[in-house]
Nanobody
Framework: QVQLVESGGGLVQAGGSLKLSCAAS????????MGWFRQAPGKEREFLAH????????DYAQSVKGRFTISRYNAKNTVYLQMNSLKPEDTAVYSC?????????????????WGQGTQVTVSS
């Protein structure tokens, strides 16, 4: 089993920044892809970004490309999401996830382990 714990959420003003962290523990694997998703009230869960492979290949949803950056620190089994130029529509619960290779990394079904989520609220 793998446990994922997100932190770093909170309340920020529009135009501000937050950096989220996701710490993994348990039987982790360096081969897992790591992804970030969010879900706003009444909305479907939305893919944001993922990072995978030895070289740290990344991909982003169009809605956050250029504003959000995913990164990792392998020695600490931690993945980050730097969020800049935040907008009120970014308000959601943000979750990290881990999964083995061979899936479609923008889909929730490609991930096996999920964190509990951290609330991000952007005020206008």
């Amino acid at each position: 089993q793998v446990q994922l714990v997100e932190s770093g959420g909170g309340l920020v003003q529009a135009g501000g920044s937050l950096k989220l962290s996701c710490a993994a523990s348990g039987r982790t694997s360096s081969m897992y892809a790591m992804g970030w998703f969010r879900q706003a009230p009444g909305k479907e869960r939305e893919f944001l970004a993922h990072i995978r492979g030895r070289l740290g290949i990344t991909d982003y949803a169009q809605s956050v490309k250029g504003r959000f950056t995913i990164s990792r620190y392998n020695a600490k089994n931690t993945v980050y999401l730097q969020m800049n130029s935040l907008k009120p529509e970014d308000t959601a619960v943000y979750s990290c996830a881990a999964g083995p290779p061979s899936g479609s990394y923008n889909l929730t079904g490609s991930y096996v382990y999920w964190g509990q989520g951290t609330q991000v609220t952007v005020s206008s």
